[in-house]
């Protein structure tokens, strides 16, 4: 039999709104809808939000008595990425539940805590939880483009709406085993992104005479190589550290990934997806990822234009990143111009917060002997918009012990994404815990 939890994952999976980015799709209206028919009428005060047509996110309140008191938000967003289905052994929007998972796009990324922070935001209602401080669920649009549809229009135009002390959104929290018990990873930062266009030029000629030409093809080949094989700088910043302290691993294995001149020789000996985290986690990196140039097979380019998706740590901005890229050009940079950039810095929320110690004390109470470990993500998540209002800001659920670290990454917009219901329990009742814990009864 299933349960309340299992079922509205299955209507938001199902539901399918699905963001390409463009301005029309996600659709969230309908997840919308089906949670606030699913919250209505159990004392939670509901508004909803739509600076789109369909674009819509939801915002639960339970008033807390005392205004002094802490306001904590519960954020889970209700768009996905597309799929391609031909990867997929089941349908990615039937929301099936086979062998007590259930199957479907959203399943990790993140319709799993959008469902079970309803479901305990629910519970607490109907049980008469009349907290000290407020209780915020937001269901939020547009998290998978960039939020300006969603968490970043509701900072900044509906700020009464979603003010708070204390954010919770995803990811982290998936167990890891260590010789000193099972480590929790909170998200307590992530990286920045840097979106630049570069533009490679040349001298335009005819394709039947190519000796002594200046081709912007072939120059942005090479400029492509040079920064795939860039090596930038290895940083050892302050959560990285205490990451790997937190872990309790022997001497042997953390000082070599502490060591910035023995990190990346490091990192190859490990399993790639691990390795290539572990790189990303202590890097600025740097990723091609469009090429477009040419226009006719006998016309000699002179024009190509490149998209790089660089990723900062913190502290690096606009000048690092061109330093850096600069340094990876070398002499061909005079070739190569930087058109425009979108910078999108890193954020960071402090580890030592009220937050912190009361996810230390509930999530104990799930798994005796596990402690928490400061994480920061590599990727971007909403989080960034609450992080630079001042508001501290974690990525966290609670997770069985089902699944590895390294599954649970892979599918993260990757093929056969599922979730097992213990999960989906575990999170659940972590989440009206956590609530009773950080904003106290009476
Ligand atoms: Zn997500």
């Excluded at 005060?45 to 008595?65: C, H, Q």
């Excluded at 597309?82 to 990790?108: I, K, Q, T």
């Excluded at 990934?257 to 740097?286: I, K, N, S």
């Excluded at 892979?410 to 599922?418: K, P, Y």
Aim: hydrophobic share 40%; aromatic share 6%.
């Amino acid at each position: 039999m299933s349960d309340e939890v299992t079922e509205l994952l299955q209507g938001l999976i199902r539901n399918a709104c699905v963001n390409d980015g463009s301005v029309e799709s996600g659709q969230e209206v309908r997840s919308a809808d089906l949670l606030e028919t699913y919250l209505e009428g159990g004392g939670i005060d509901l508004e909803r939000y739509e600076p789109e047509p369909g674009r819509t996110s939801l915002v639960g309140r339970i008033e807390g008595t005392d205004p002094s008191a802490p306001t904590l938000l519960l954020m889970g967003h209700t768009d996905v990425v597309p799929v391609n289905p031909d990867g997929w052994s089941r349908d990615p929007f039937g929301g099936e539940l086979v062998d007590g998972e259930v199957w479907g796009r959203g399943a990790v990324d993140m319709l799993n805590l959008t469902a079970s922070m309803a479901v305990a935001t629910k519970r607490l209602a109907r049980s008469g939880f009349r907290p000290r401080g407020t209780l915020i669920y937001l269901a939020v649009a547009d998290e998978e483009a960039l939020g300006s549809m969603g968490a970043e229009h509701l900072v900044d135009h509906e700020a009464d709406a979603v003010r708070a002390d204390y954010v919770i959104t995803e990811s982290g929290g998936i167990p890891i085993p260590s010789p000193t018990g099972l480590k929790l990873p909170v998200i307590v930062a992530e990286k920045g992104s840097h979106w630049a266009q570069l533009r490679v030029s040349g001298t335009p000629g005819h394709g039947s005479q190519p000796y002594k030409t200046d081709n912007a093809l072939v120059t942005a080949a090479k400029v492509v190589q040079r920064i795939a094989e860039y090596q930038p700088r290895t940083e050892i910043h302050d959560i990285w550290r205490r990451f790997l302290e937190g872990m309790g691993y022997g001497e042997e294995v953390v000082a070599p990934l502490l060591d910035p001149a023995r990190l990346v020789d490091t990192c190859d000996a490990l399993p790639v997806a691990m390795g290539r985290q572990f790189h990303a986690c202590t890097h600025t990196t740097f990723a091609p990822t469009i090429a477009h140039g040419g226009t006719k097979i006998n016309v000699i380019p002179d024009r190509v234009d490149l998209q790089v998706d660089i990723r900062t740590l913190p502290g690096q901005g606009e000048a690092e990143v061109r330093t850096m890229l600069d340094e990876a050009l070398g002499d061909l940079a005079p070739k190569v111009e930087l058109v425009s950039a979108h910078d999108d810095p890193s954020t960071a929320s402090p580890v030592d917060t009220p937050l912190w110690d009361a996810l230390g004390r509930v999530t104990s109470g799930f798994y005796e002997g596990s402690s928490l470990v400061p994480f920061m993500t590599v990727g971007a998540t909403d989080a960034r918009f609450f992080r630079r209002l001042g508001t501290t800001s974690y990525g966290f659920g609670l997770f069985s012990t089902q699944l590895s670290f390294e599954d649970y990454g892979a599918m993260f917009h990757g093929d056969d994404e599922r979730v097992d219901v213990e999960s989906l329990r575990l999170s659940t009742d972590m989440w009206e815990v956590l609530a009773r814990d950080l904003l106290v009864e009476g």
